[in-house]
């Protein structure tokens, strides 16, 4: 699947930050993958903007892969409380 063929799309990969892990398939913007993205999140019931940059892009198979690593100046802030993972 090239980007072509899959009606120009990548998968964007999150590699840090609060979106860590995540991957969500993105449209191409004039043949090309995007260099920074906002993403809302809800966080503790608040919606939140996050912002990525692209770090690097690869293709895996036929498909595009971006990685994107997280701008915590430039987003909402958020604050981590670990026992809320108990």
């Known amino acids: 699947m090239s980007a072509d063929t899959a009606g120009g799309e990548y998968v964007a990969e999150f590699i840090d930050g609060p979106l860590e892990g995540d991957f969500e398939r993105r449209a191409l913007v004039g043949g090309e993958s995007e260099r920074r993205v906002g993403m809302v999140a809800a966080v503790d019931g608040l919606e939140s903007l996050f912002w990525y940059d692209a770090v690097d892009e690869r293709t895996v198979g036929d498909e ?8 915590a100046d430039d987003s909402d802030p958020v604050e981590f409380d670990e026992d809320d993972n108990d």
Not at 64 to 71: E, T
């Open 64 to 71: 595009l892969r971006v990685r994107f690593r997280f701008d």
